[in-house]
C-alpha cells in the first residue's frame, strides 16, 4: 500500500510495496461538547431479540451432505481406494462465481468420520491435467499460484465463523480460521493430515481431521455448517458448492453437514507441551549474547473450551514485518503472527479496535482459555508483559471477549480489559452488535469507554480521565451493491492502552458506496466502482478531515486490470491529493503478472511523483521470488527535492519438504536496509530448528542479531 486512504490495498497493484512513517499529529481539540448518538444504536439493541433469516432448519433451501459413520482406518495418500468411500454420499454441482453456472469442471466431495477424526475426500475432474498450477511446499503459506481447494467447517452452526482448511494438487496444507467480523485469522493453525495425487482426468485428496482441533459439541444429530470453494488457474475460475454472489465466503450461506452423530466421539485433551532453549548474539559495537529458555502449554478442557498457558515466550522464528514506505499521517495496523494469540483471536476484531494484541511485547507468562458455551463464544487471557504504546509500560493485563449469538446470524460482543502497571492502572469497555433486518439491511454499532491513569517516567506520557468512543451504521449488501453509512464520534483523549484508534477528536459521518460485477461472457472478467466519503469534526467544531476518494477497476477478457483512483483529502491543517493510475498485465496468472502503478499528488505540502512496480518469478520451481519497487520522486516546502524509494527482494528457497530458507532484502536511501534470513529445519515429527539472522539500519547504524532455537512438543 502506498496511500493513507480507507481504500486500503484496492489503490494499490497486487503485490505492491507498502510503507509506513507511524506518527500522530493531530493534537486534542481546546475543548469538548457532547454529540447526539444516532438512533441506530438503540434500533440495533430493539433487534437484539429478533430472530435472524439464516439458514437452521435442516430443509432449508441450501445443499446437504450427509457424512458416513465408519471405525475404518484410513491411509491418507490421496487416492480415495478404501471400500467406505465407495458408500459415501456424493456431492457435486459447484457453482462458476462468474457465470452463476455449474462449473465445467466438476468436484465430487465426500465425507467420513469416526469417534476420533473427521475424512474428507475430494475429486477435481479436470479437463487438461497437464496445465495444473501445483508449485507451493512450505505448509500454512496462501496458495497465490496454484490451483487449490478449501474446505469450509462451522461445527456449531452458528453461521458466525468458520475453520478452513486449504490444499493444492501437491497435497501441502494450510489452514485458518475465522470470527465475526469476517477476517481471516492466519495465526491459528492445527495439525492434520492431507495427501493429493494426480490422476489422467483429475486430481484428489483426501483430509483426515482430528476432531480436537474443532471447538464442537458433543451430541447425536449434529449439523455443521459445510462449504467448498475450488480455484482453477489455468480457466481462472473459482466455484462454490453453496454459493451466494453476496459474501460467498461467509458461513451464514454455507450448506449443511448432517448425519453427525458425536456423542460418543473420544476426549482427548490434546496436550501439546513444547519447551525451547535460544541463544540471540548480538553484533552492535559490542557482542552481546542473550540465553533464554522458555515452555509452552495447551490442551483442552472440553471439546468446546482450549487453555494454553506461557512462560517467556520467544518469537525469534516468526518472520518480520515488512519494511515499507507510505504516505501516511496515522500509526500503521499491523497483523498478528504470534503464536500463543492463534486460538480465539478470530473473535478480538471489532469495527474499531479498542484491543489490538501489537501492544503486548515482551511477555514474562500468560494464561489463556477460548472457545464456545451454549450461545456464546469467548476468549480470556491474563498477561504479564512490558506494553508499548506512547509510552513502555510493565505490569498485568486482563482481557475478556464474550460473543453473544442473536437469533441465527446477528450477534451482540462484549469487552473488557484491566491493567495495572508500574506507571498506574487503566480500564476499557466496549459493546458492539451486528444485526440483521433482513437479507439485505444490517445495521452495525459500537461503544466504548476508557478510564486510565498513566505516566510513563520515560516520556512523560500521561493519561488520566475518561473518554467514549461511538460508531453506528446501516449496511445495504446485496450483490452487486454493497452501501454502509456510519456516524463515528471519538473524544480527543480516546487511546486506550491495548487499542488501535488511529483518529481520535473526531465527530462526523462517512459513507462507503461499492459496485461490483463478476461477467462469464462479457468484454470484462471484473468491475468495480467504490466512493469514500467523510467529514469529521473536532469537539471544538473545525473541520479536520473532510475526505472524498473514489475507484474504479477492471479486469478485461484478456487478462489485463486498469485501475484508475483519485483521493483528495483534507487532514488538518493539510489538503492531501492523490492520483493513482495502474496497469495489471496477465492479472490472473501470478507468476507471470506484472503490476505497474503511477501515482501524482500532494501530502502535507511535498507534491511527488511515485512509480511503482511488482514482480513474482520463478526461475527454479524451489524457489520462488518476489521483486517490489517504489520510487518517489518529492518537492519538499522548502524548495529542497528529494528522491525516496524502496527496494525489496523476498525469496523462499525450499531445500527439501522440511528444510526451507527465507531471505528477505530491503534497501532504502541513504544505506537505510532491512535484511533477514530465516533457516527452518523440522528435524523429525514435532521438532524444530530454527536459525534467524537480521540486520537493521534505521540511519543510527546497523544493529545486527543472529538467533538459534530449537523446539519440541511432546
Known sequence: MTKCSAWGELLCPSGSPAGSRPTDRLAPGPGRRRHAFPGAFLLALALAACPGLAHQDPAAPVPGLRALKVDAPLVVDGRLDEPFWAQCEVATGLINTRTHAPAEDQTLIRVAYTRTHLYIGVECLESDVSQLRATEQREDRVFVGDDWVEIHLDPPHNHRGKYAFFTNPLGTRADANEGPSGIF?????ADWDCAAHVGADRWSFEMRIPLTVFNYFRRDGATWGFNVTRLQRRTDVTSFWSYSPTDMYKPRHFGHLT?????????????EVTPYVSTRVDFNGTT?????????????????????????????????????????????????????????????????????????????????????????????????????????FRGNAAVLRLMQDVGERSYLGYYADAAHLDAGQAYNGSVDGYFFLNPAWRVRFQGAVSAEDLQDPARGVARDGTEFLGDAAVIYNTYPWDITLAYTAITAGYNPLLGYIPRRDIFGPSALVQYQQRAGDRWYKEFHFGYFPRWFQTAAGETSVHDHGVLARVLLRNDLGLRLGYD??????????????????????????????????????????????????????????????????????????????LNRVVADLYLSKNMWVKASIQNRPSGLHNYSVIYGWKLKYNTYWYVVFNEVDTGEGPERSLLTKLTYTF
Open 185 to 189: 485469522n492466519y495465526g491459528w493453525s
Open 259 to 271: 448425519g453427525l452423530d458425536l456423542a460418543d466421539t473420544v476426549f482427548d485433551r490434546n496436550w
Open 288 to 392: 552481546e549474547v542473550v540465553p533464554r529458555a522458555g515452555l509452552d502449554v495447551g490442551f483442552r478442557l472440553s471439546p468446546a473450551v482450549t487453555t494454553a498457558w506461557t512462560l517467556f515466550p520467544d518469537f525469534g522464528h516468526v518472520e518480520a514485518d515488512e519494511d515499507t514506505i507510505e504516505l501516511r499521517d496515522t500509526e500503521r495496523f499491523l497483523p498478528e503472527k504470534r503464536l500463543f494469540f492463534r486460538e480465539g483471536e478470530e473473535l478480538m476484531r471489532m469495527p474499531h479496535r479498542v484491543y489490538y494484541s501489537r501492544r503486548i511485547t515482551e511477555m514474562d507468562g500468560a494464561v489463556k482459555f477460548s472457545g464456545l458455551l451454549p450461545g456464546w463464544s469467548f476468549n480470556f487471557m491474563d498477561v504479564q508483559s512490558e506494553f508499548v504504546h506512547d509510552g513502555h
Open 568 to 645: 483528495h483529502d483534507y487532514h488538518a491543517p493539510f489538503h492531501n491529493r492523490r492520483l493513482l493510475t495502474g496497469v495489471d498485465l496477465w492479472a490472473s496468472d501470478y507468476y507471470r503478472a506484472v503490476n505497474l502503478g503511477y501515482a501524482i499528488g500532494e501530502f502535507e505540502h511535498t507534491r511527488y511523483h511515485e512509480f511503482l512496480w511488482g514482480k513474482r518469478l520463478k526461475f527454479w520451481e524451489r524457489l520462488p521470488l518476489r521483486h517490489e519497487w517504489v520510487l518517489r520522486l518529492e518537492d519538499r516546502p522548502d524548495g529542497t527535492e528529494e528522491t525516496v524509494w
